[in-house]
């Protein structure tokens, strides 16, 4: 019998390291949702949008804003939310965590430097209200992170802005983990995202089925290109779950002139090229130029 050298059994120890490890990776990401595609809608223009065109272009989910709920009361959202899912588009509550009426809440109490978990369970009480709406599809996580300065609140390895945020998503999702919802988050497109914002991609992703890199590529100057690699960037770091990446309809916040219909499918397919696993787009209300969304398939 054959004998191998210490050297060959460390190459076959590492190469059964990483088919378990892949194998893992792979059989865990059969059990999460996913988001072939979708569209945001600000609460006020619920009721301004034609669901029939949605349908009419291969609009799969919607992403409602929470305060769709306190602007038409929630009878209205659910008779809504049931015409949506009429025509086989579901409809996901967007919902706003450390950013919200113009004001920023710190998920750490800097006066104690603890985790600020009075503010935790506030929201995500709010949060359960939501996901009991009926016909909702699921959650979605916005603003889980800091306006960009996230290392000033770096105390210790045990409080620190990346494990607050985490923490905070976990425990949403410890919370909604018995009810059929896809949970979803969405983070900034940048590689620096733990240093500035707090969002430690990997390890959020192993608390949500779907994370999506907002990657508007007119407020960064770039192309489509910078899409395609920042979307092969996060479907390599987001290792537990599967990425949608965000794509603005428009040309930059500076410029709301909206994309022609071809920019945009441009800007769309090189997300799925770059290896994500669906794609949607911001906002619903600057959205001119449609094309169908099955033609990405």
């Known amino acids: 019998m054959k004998k191998f050298t210490k050297k060959q059994i460390a190459i076959i ?30 609460g006020k223009n619920m009721n301004d949008v034609d669901l029939d065109t949605l349908s009419k272009y291969g609009i799969e989910n919607i992403f409602l804003h929470s305060n769709a709920v306190d602007r038409f009361g929630e009878k209205n959202v659910t ?3 049931k015409k949506a899912n009429s025509k086989n588009i579901k409809v996901h509550i967007w919902v706003q965590c450390f950013y919200d009426n113009g004001k920023w809440i710190n998920p750490i109490n800097t006066k104690e430097k603890k985790i600020n978990y009075p503010f935790f369970n506030e929201k995500i009480s ?3 209200k939501l996901a009991e709406i009926p016909g909702v599809s699921g959650i979605q996580l916005d603003y889980i992170r800091y306006p960009g300065n996230a290392y000033k609140y770096d105390y210790s390895n045990e409080v620190n802005s990346h494990s607050a945020i985490s923490k905070f998503v976990s425990m949403v999702s410890d919370n909604l983990k018995n009810k ?9 497109p940048e590689k620096e995202d733990t240093k500035y914002y707090g969002q430690d991609v990997g390890t959020l992703s192993q608390y949500v089925d779907v994370v999506i890199p907002m990657a508007y ?6 192309d489509s290109n910078w899409i395609r690699e920042t979307a092969t960037y996060f479907k390599l770091t987001s290792i537990w779950a599967n990425v949608c990446m965000g794509i603005q309809n428009y040309e930059s916040d500076t410029n709301e002139t909206p994309l022609s219909a071809n920019q945009l499918k441009e800007n769309c397919k090189a997300a799925i090229d770059g290896g994500a696993n669906g794609v949607a787009i911001f906002p619903w209300d600057l959205m001119k130029n449609w094309f169908d969304m099955r033609d990405l398939k």
């Not at 059990?31 to 979708?38: E, P, R, S």
């Open 180 to 188: 059929d919802l896809t949970l979803s988050i969405t983070v900034m």
């Open 126 to 128: 709010a949060i359960e």
């Open 79 to 81: 008779e809504w939310i």
């Open 13 to 42: 120890l590492i190469i059964s390291f990483i088919i378990i490890l892949v194998s893992a990776v792979a059989l865990n990401l059969m059990t999460k949702d996913n988001i072939q595609n979708g569209i945001w809608v600000k």
């Open 217 to 222: 590529s007119g407020n960064y100057g770039q």
